[in-house]
């Protein structure tokens, strides 16, 4: 990945309230801060509802903030004027999960359109998108018009034209939602290609933390309309603070304790030890068997995290017990009253 000493994206006390000032007001955006750094794939993710899209609109100024700055690559957009900011959006593409395509015109004019705005001639317009559509896998589909397209090959065609202009940032609006699991990973590692090759920044806005993991090195989680925490996915994965957090990264779903009397305890696995039979071999040492609540694994920067809900048993000497073999083997837990 590029290099991430220095920020191209700052985002300040950001807020936005649509009908401001009406009885039916909407607050969608509210003291948002953030820095997103040059070169990386960042994430932000938070459940429907919480003011996602509003921001990703916000950062290219489709939407207007109410109050607050919106910086990027040194240029304040909320100051600058309608030309001014037309220049400043060809530096941002931008991807969604509708695609947006033109439907009475081929991948190859779609990829065009942009230039052509932008003052290129036709010649020079089409020669740069073949070049991007062979770059996003689609060489031989120049000639076809979106309703001939797979979900995945439209997607592409969407980010071929979005880095028609050649932008320093590519805003990601839940771009892989609409796509099946297999297509959802082949564009997300396109993403990353596109990341190492072009040192695009990518920001990814999302509902699924399986997109984040996937991708992402740092991420901010959006909820009630501010953000509530951010840190890199590893460490924010590891250990949640906040609710909204928790909710997005803990097993789904919901259980119960199997008698009510066992104390749980969250197990993280932080990529090193997930190879090891923790749990087995604590139940050895220990002489007393646990019961599995929940569990779950994730790929994160290459490395296998994973979380395991455990019930001990109710003697509290056992319970010690086998905490304290959990430190001796430096396994990180957290103490669950509500699963």
Same mark, same amino acid.
């Given at each position: 990945?590029?290099?991430?000493?220095?920020?191209?994206?700052?985002?300040?006390?950001?807020?936005?309230?649509?009908?401001?000032?009406?009885?039916?007001?909407?607050?969608?955006?509210?003291?948002?801060?953030?820095?997103?750094?040059?070169?990386e794939?960042?994430?932000?993710i938070?459940?429907?509802g919480?003011?996602?899209?509003?921001?990703?609109?916000?950062?290219?100024?489709?939407?207007?903030?109410?109050?607050?700055?919106?910086?990027?690559?040194?240029?304040?957009?909320?100051?600058?004027?309608?030309?001014?900011?037309?220049?400043?959006?060809?530096?941002?593409?931008?991807i969604?999960?509708?695609?947006?395509?033109?439907?009475?015109?081929?991948?190859?004019?779609?990829?065009?359109?942009?230039?052509?705005?932008?003052?290129?001639?036709?010649?020079?317009?089409?020669?740069?998108?073949?070049?991007?559509?062979?770059?996003?896998?689609?060489?031989d589909? #120049?000639?076809?018009?979106?309703?001939?397209?797979?979900?995945?090959?439209?997607?592409?065609?969407?980010?071929?034209?979005?880095?028609?202009?050649?932008?320093?940032?590519?805003?990601?609006?839940?771009?892989?939602?609409?796509?099946?699991?297999?297509?959802?990973?082949?564009?997300?590692?396109?993403?990353?290609?596109?990341?190492?090759?072009?040192?695009? #920044?990518?920001?990814?806005? #999302?509902?699924?933390?399986?997109?984040?993991e996937?991708?992402?090195?740092?991420? $901010?989680?959006?909820?009630?309309?501010?953000?509530?925490?951010?840190?890199?996915?590893?460490?924010?994965?590891?250990?949640?603070?906040?609710? $909204?957090?928790?909710?997005?990264?803990?097993?789904?779903?919901?259980?119960?304790?199997?008698?009510?009397?066992?104390?749980?305890?969250?197990?993280?696995?932080?990529?090193?030890?997930?190879?090891?039979?923790?749990?087995?071999?604590?139940?050895?040492?220990?002489?007393?068997?646990?019961?599995?609540?929940?569990?779950?694994?994730?790929?994160?920067?290459?490395?296998?995290?994973?979380?395991?809900?455990?019930?001990?048993?109710?003697?509290?000497?056992?319970?010690?017990?086998?905490? $304290?073999?959990?430190?001796?083997?430096?396994?990180?837990?957290?103490?669950?009253?509500?699963?």
């Amino acid at each position: 990945m590029a290099s991430v000493n220095d920020v191209i994206i700052h985002i300040e006390s950001l807020g936005k309230i649509y009908d401001e000032g009406k009885p039916n007001e909407v607050k969608a955006l509210d003291d948002v801060c953030l820095d997103i750094f040059r070169g990386e794939i960042f994430g932000i993710i938070g459940l429907s509802g919480a003011g996602k899209s509003t921001l990703v609109r916000c950062i290219n100024l489709l939407e207007k903030p109410t109050s607050g700055k919106v910086v990027v690559d040194g240029r304040e957009l909320t100051e600058l004027d309608p030309p001014g900011l037309m220049k400043a959006r060809r530096k941002i593409g931008m991807i969604f999960q509708d695609f947006n395509l033109l439907e009475q015109s081929t991948a190859l004019e779609n990829v065009c359109f942009p230039l052509r705005l932008a003052g290129s001639g036709r010649k020079e317009a089409e020669k740069r998108a073949v070049e991007l559509l062979a770059r996003v896998g689609l060489e031989d589909r #120049t000639g076809s018009y979106p309703s001939q397209l797979s979900g995945g090959q439209k997607q592409r065609v969407a980010i071929a034209r979005a880095l028609a202009c050649e932008p320093d940032v590519l805003l990601c609006d839940e771009a892989v939602s609409a796509l099946d699991p297999t297509t959802t990973n082949q564009i997300l590692e396109l993403l990353q290609e596109i990341n190492r090759d072009l040192g695009v #920044t990518i920001v990814m806005i #999302t509902h699924e933390m399986k997109v984040i993991e996937k991708i992402c090195s740092r991420v $901010a989680i959006l909820a009630d309309n501010h953000i509530v925490e951010s840190g890199n996915v590893s460490d924010v994965f590891r250990n949640p603070r906040t609710e $909204a957090a928790r909710k997005l990264i803990l097993p789904s779903g919901g259980v119960e304790p199997f008698d009510g009397s066992g104390r749980l305890l969250r197990l993280v696995f932080d990529g090193t030890t997930t190879d090891k039979p923790i749990v087995a071999n604590m139940v050895l040492s220990c002489g007393e068997p646990v019961s599995i609540v929940a569990a779950d694994t994730k790929q994160i920067d290459g490395k296998t995290f994973g979380q395991l809900i455990i019930q001990l048993p109710s003697g509290a000497g056992s319970a010690e017990r086998m905490m $304290a073999y959990l430190d001796s083997e430096n396994i990180s837990y957290t103490e669950e009253t509500d699963v």
